[in-house]
């Protein structure tokens, strides 16, 4: 297989360590971004340089762009790497460049990410033969502490991607494997969206943690956050997750084993394994409600979890409650505006109707 041509739009923390890295193998890779000055110091330096992290070396880079257009024409895998909150927004913006035989790949998907931007791509006339798939999670720890320069912290050593249809994953991760061997197939985009953990450790221990918040005193997101009532309500939150992956035929990770396999950290309760959690120890907690953390993961991952369990008429009634509290404490309408069944394109389907909808890419 030749070596293929990698498009990144995104050029934020991760967007400019997924395009260094690629640069430092090898690849053919172009970086889209909307910072007019990001671009051109990309430019002038002809890629991005690494520091202070476990990469070394300067990713070459073919050229950086605020064109969309330029940045997704000749490209053979296309990777979303930005807040789930601008998916709509990119999808909008690529719909009329793509052409047949490429892949969208959006990584991380948050939850439901490849339908919203399925969704997107048909109600923007996309008649390209195109396939959109997801990552779990980000697969670095990184940061861009300036335009042009990545540190990459920490690598994960799996990651979890499905395509939709699914039966085009394996086309997708023969791709994808070519410059990141440790990327594994999922069942399916439902599976992916399901283990997207931050749902679960973000948004609920934050909006339990309005006193702390706004107390101005500086704390430890999860070593001072997850308190053993809050994780305890965490748990259960996630217990009725697996439950729910059930009836979509899926066997999911309850979130103490996630530790132990992504972290090898071991705890009777959730509140201990993040405490055994050595790479937290560094994560300070929020001074403000209005971080991604609730505006972007109350609508792009507990709203869709939430219509996952309507989907299949089980009430995800912790979720909800979350859900609640973040528009009232908040003043947002997450539901109206987040990843709802219509967002999603799954309006009136059955739980047969949506696995044949991400198995084959067809609906009923």
């Known amino acids: 297989m030749k070596k293929p041509v990698w498009a990144i739009i995104g050029g934020g923390n991760g967007g400019q360590a997924m395009a260094a890295h690629l640069g430092t193998m090898g690849f053919q890779v172009r970086i889209y971004d909307v910072k007019e000055e990001n671009v051109e110091v990309i430019n002038k330096q002809g890629g991005i340089q690494f520091e202070d992290g476990v990469v070394d070396g300067f990713g070459k880079v073919e050229f950086a762009t605020m064109d969309m257009g330029k940045a997704v024409v000749g490209a053979d895998m296309v990777v979303i790497v930005a807040p789930a909150l601008y998916h709509k ?68 050593e799996e990651l979890m991607v499905a395509a939709m249809p699914s039966n085009k994953t394996k086309e ?144 995800q009634d912790m979720v909800e409650t979350m859900i609640d509290l973040g528009e009232f404490l908040m003043g947002e309408e997450f539901r109206k505006n987040g990843r709802n069944a219509a967002a999603l394109g799954i309006e009136g389907m059955s739980v047969e109707d949506l696995l044949k909808y991400v198995t084959t890419g067809k609906k009923n």
């Open 172 to 315: 997708m991760l023969e791709i994808l494997n070519l410059a990141f061997p440790q990327m594994y197939a999922g069942e399916n985009v439902l599976e992916t969206s399901f283990e997207n953990l931050n749902c679960m450790v973000h948004p609920g221990p934050s909006l339990l943690n309005v006193a702390q918040i706004e107390s101005g005193r500086d704390w430890k997101y999860y070593y001072d956050g997850i308190t053993p009532s809050i994780g305890a309500y965490v748990e259960k939150m996630d217990a009725a997750r697996v439950e729910l992956g059930k009836k979509y035929n899926l066997k999911l990770t309850n979130i103490l084993d996630w530790y132990v396999k992504l972290y090898s950290a071991k705890g009777e309760t959730l509140t201990d394994a993040v405490n055994n959690t050595k790479a937290y120890a560094d994560i300070s907690g929020q001074k403000t409600l209005r971080t991604r953390y609730i505006l972007e993961d109350v609508p792009m991952s507990l709203v869709p979890l939430a219509e996952l369990g309507k989907v299949a008429g089980v009430r």
């Open 89 to 156: 927004d990119i999808a909008t913006k690529m719909a009329p460049h793509l052409v047949d035989g490429q892949f969208v790949f959006i990584h991380p998907g948050a939850t439901c990410g490849s339908l919203e931007v399925r969704k997107v791509l048909d109600d923007e006339g996309c008649k390209a033969d195109i396939v959109v798939g997801e990552a779990m999670s980000l697969l670095y720890a990184a940061r861009s502490p300036r335009f042009g320069v990545a540190s990459i912290l920490g690598i994960k």
